[in-house]
């Protein structure tokens, strides 16, 4: 709702909400949507980026069924996303259905690795189990099961592995639909003879579709723009998708910008049709089937809840313990065949990657300092693009909306090419704005990466927030940023944490973004780890990969502890009047 200011506003001034609305527009707009608009246009005008705007028509759109490599990465794109998608979605309802029988311990920790592996990048997912699987790795060499490699190195094993990967968006999704259930619908389909299979797939399942099908488009979304897993099975198995196409499109000699334009339209075309299908379904049929007697369905006391606790607990093993165990023994051994005992048992891989002037030490320092700066610009421009969309009426709020959500969509491979074309556009240069090549760019990516995310974690949390309270400071005379500052800043500060620590940890391991832009001769976290692993430094790679996700854990765990204590008496959930304090007390003031 428009508020009221006390002090009137001379003809032709802008308001604030509107100049803030602009310069948020114009941020999103440079970030996101022209680097978005340019990856399309080059599929049509090849010779935009040397100054030739003619035209080229669909001919380029057709190379895709005379290039035998194009083809093939799209399918393998398909089957992997499209396997995934439905495997991953059955994995995460049925850990879902688990965790509500198991007891609280296993509850816990299902969640605790739901997050984990939505943290965890991919391309260390990938290593991890390319070094438990390979002839010379842990199961051939130090279990003796050999059939390791023929199982994980195929299509299915793939599938299998990314489905342990992504299987946290439906897990998460079904898990936050299942809090509420209304027991006379599974009590009338006992009565009329269903058994608890069939109600399961007749009466609850299709209640849940709505979370079922978020789930399965997030799992199909995150698997086909994937750029970790095929990146780190390079050297192993050949196995081309879309995004490393395109990545190897823009890292050949000559380079070709028009492939990879080709290529990116593909595939957001492919991410477009598949949020249409989903908004398609759940206009379908109604979903809204709560009612007076629903009850909270959180936790469900069984029989059995060690069974299905040390069901999930087996789970964990594989899904989690896996991959990260494996990478932490072979980063305490010398040899990888050589097995893990006493005599091979070393810390050197961490002396040789932790010494004074090593590469790793130079890329988490620049990697670091890249996080930390995107992710402090990030937060400010969501906090006032969250505001702008809850509580103004700024004319281009759903541009905003839009950009930010279609964000979240897009692989970034594709935010990387759409980068290279608009920083390293002739006229730029011109300017002096030719950032291609410089560090800098790497920020600006990080931020348009995190920018949706933090935008999304804000806007929950200020959806609580009454429009009376801003309202209110507004008509005593409280402006603007007073009003941002002391009444919507100290109510969202829990959800302004988590939006920061969340830009931080997206942006310190975005291997595909850092892989395109970084500049030669400037190190990196995700292109050190990655490159390393290419040529065999498995002890050196696994060292470092776990050396830089403990440091990154302990300083979000350390901001967020200090930040809680800095200001506890903001952060106390249980004083539900807090708010009505906050906003009195503000406007009393004003």
């Known amino acids: 709702m428009p508020f009221a200011l006390s002090k009137p506003r001379r003809i032709g001034q802008v308001k604030p909400d509107t100049a803030m609305g602009i310069v948020i527009s114009l941020i999103l707009l440079v970030l996101v949507a022209i ?61 879902a259905l688990i965790r509500q029988q198991c007891s609280s311990m296993g509850s816990t920790v299902l969640d605790l690795c739901a997050w984990t592996m939505l943290i965890i990048p991919s391309f260390i997912i990938a290593q991890g189990w390319i070094l438990f699987s390979v002839r010379s790795g842990i199961a051939a060499q130090w279990l003796g099961a050999t059939w390791v490699y023929d199982a994980v190195f195929s299509p299915p094993g793939l599938v299998a592995i990314m489905c342990l990967k992504n299987y946290p968006f439906a897990y998460l999704a079904i898990t936050a639909a299942m809090q509420w259930h209304v027991k006379e619908y599974q009590h009338a389909a006992r009565l009329c003879g269903a058994g608890p299979l069939r109600t399961l797939i007749t009466v609850r399942a299709p209640l849940l579709l709505p979370a079922i099908l978020s789930g399965m488009v997030l799992v199909f979304i ?42 990116s339209v593909y595939l957001m075309f492919i991410l477009v049709a598949a949020v249409a299908l989903y908004l398609w379904l759940l206009r379908c049929s109604r979903f809204d089937f709560l009612t007076a007697k629903a009850e909270s369905g959180h936790k469900l006391p069984s029989k059995n809840g060690w069974l ?56 988490l320092g620049n990697s670091l300092q890249i996080a930390v700066i995107a992710a402090t610009a990030s937060l400010v421009v969501a906090f006032l693009a969250a505001y702008l969309i809850t509580f103004s009426q700024f004319y281009l709020n759903g541009l905003i909306n ?54 999304r974690i804000l806007l929950g949390a200020m959806g609580q927030i009454p429009h009376s309270f801003m309202a209110a400071a ?69 060292a470092s990969t776990l050396i830089a996700a403990t440091l990154t854990l302990c300083l979000i765990q350390t901001t967020q502890v200090s930040v809680r204590r800095l200001f506890k008496h903001l952060l106390q959930t249980r004083q539900a009047d807090a708010p009505n304090k906050l906003a009195s007390a503000e406007v009393h003031h004003a």
């Open 35 to 95: 680097p978005m608009a340019l990856v399309v246009v080059q599929a049509f005008m090849p010779g935009i980026l040397q100054g030739d705007l003619s035209f080229a028509g669909l001919g380029n759109l057709s190379e895709l069924f005379h290039r035998r490599l194009w083809r093939v990465s799209l399918m393998n794109s398909l089957y992997l996303a499209g396997y995934t998608a439905l495997f991953g979605t059955l994995m995460g309802g049925a850990l």
């Open 222 to 263: 995150d698997t086909l723009g994937d750029f970790g897993l095929p990146a780190a099975l390079a050297t192993t198995y050949r196995f081309p998708t879309l995004p490393y196409t395109i990545f190897t499109a823009i890292n050949q000699s000559p380079i070709r910008f028009d492939l990879a334009g080709v290529l």
């Open 308 to 363: 299905f606790t040390a069901v999930a607990l087996g789970f964990i093993a594989i899904a989690l313990g896996v991959p990260l165990g494996s990478s932490l023994m072979v980063s305490l051994t010398e040899s990888l065949g050589a097995g893990f005992v006493g005599s091979n048992l070393t810390l050197a891989n961490y002396q040789a990657v932790l010494q004074r002037g090593s590469v790793l030490r130079e890329a």
């Open 402 to 455: 839009v950009i930010s959500t279609i964000t979240l969509a897009v692989p970034g491979v594709i935010l990387g090419v759409g980068f290279i074309f608009l920083w390293n556009h002739p006229w730029l240069g011109a300017l002096g704005l030719n950032l291609y090549g410089h560090p800098f760019l790497l920020v600006l990516a990080a931020m348009a990466g995190a920018i949706p995310i933090a935008i």
């Open 474 to 542: 507004a008509l005593q005379g409280a402006g603007l940023w007073r009003r941002l500052l002391t009444i919507l800043l100290p109510l969202t500060l829990a959800a302004f944490l988590s939006a920061g620590l969340a830009s931080f940890g997206s942006s310190v391991f975005d291997l595909a973004v850092t892989s395109i832009l970084h500049p030669p001769g400037y190190a990196v976290l995700p292109v050190v780890i990655d490159r390393m692993f290419q040529q065999g430094l498995y002890g050196e790679s696994t």
